[in-house]
T-cell receptor, first 116, second 112 residues
Framework: DVKVTQSSRYLVKRTGEKVFLECVQD?????MFWYRQDPGLGLRLIYF???????EKGDIPEGYSVSREKKERFSLILESASTNQTSMYLC???????????????FGSGTRLTVV | AQSVTQPDIHITVSEGASLELRCNYS??????LFWYVQSPGQGLQLLLK??????LVQGIKGFEAEFKRSQSSFNLRKPSVHWSDAAEYFC??????????FGKGTRLSVIA
């Protein structure tokens, strides 16, 4: 069964900490995405990547960065965590490269981050 | 830019009753359309998708959706709801070469 795995289901971090959220997919997908999900706001795109070392800003990139050094791994980085970044973070992947929306996404189970 | 509207934030239906969740999209050409379901504390699972061809598409778990170009809609239906269908449902649209845009979701509650 194909999978997108997010390393942590729950995280609690302190304000100002640097936070890494990890996502790994085993489907050899070219495209990977990070969304955050908040009640009443749905899913909002933070960053996406269509190839190794390539990244594009989504709708709400402020306060975040990403890293994609290997095809299967896409990391979301909160440089200095703040309480307004408390949220559910969802990673997804798709194929083929450039066809971001054509074939749907496979999602991970999410990481619920709380910043205190 | 494309957009998705799910007019209903929360719907409650009785077990065994029929269900229709509404989705309206804004996009200039024929879009790629999707419905996803999210159970509590989980990621999103694809229910069904529409690319072209037959406007009535069948998905998993007994769901279907109908694409109506004239109404810019892609409503999700199920003839008989089960308690396990209680979840949040998201409609999404994409032209193919940009990331999907998701609606804000509709939460479905099922009562006995």
């Amino acid at each position: 069964d194909v999978k997108v795995t997010q390393s942590s289901r729950y995280l609690v971090k302190r304000t100002g900490e640097k936070v890494f959220l990890e996502c790994v997919q085993d489907m050899d997908h070219e495209n990977m995405f990070w969304y955050r999900q908040d009640p009443g706001l749905g899913l909002r795109l933070i960053y996406f990547s269509y190839d190794v070392k390539m990244k594009e800003k989504g709708d709400i990139p402020e306060g975040y960065s990403v890293s994609r050094e290997k095809k299967e791994r896409f990391s979301l980085i909160l440089e200095s965590a703040s309480t307004n970044q408390t949220s559910m973070y969802l990673c997804a992947s798709s194929s083929p490269t450039g066809s971001f929306g054509s074939y749907g996404y496979t999602f991970g189970s999410g990481t619920r981050l709380t910043v205190v | 830019a494309q957009s998705v509207t799910q007019p209903d934030i929360h719907i409650t239906v009785s077990e065994g009753a029929s269900l229709e969740l509404r989705c309206n999209y804004s996009y200039g050409a024929t879009p790629y359309l999707f419905w996803y379901v999210q159970s509590p504390g989980q990621g999103l699972q694809l229910l069904l998708k529409y690319f072209s061809g037959d406007t009535l598409v069948q998905g998993i778990k007994g769901f279907e959706a109908e694409f109506k170009r004239s109404q810019s809609s892609f409503n999700l239906r199920k003839p008989s709801v089960h308690w396990s269908d209680a979840a949040e449902y998201f409609c999404a649209v994409g032209p193919g070469n940009t990331p999907l845009v998701f609606g804000k979701g509709t939460r479905l509650s099922v009562i006995a």
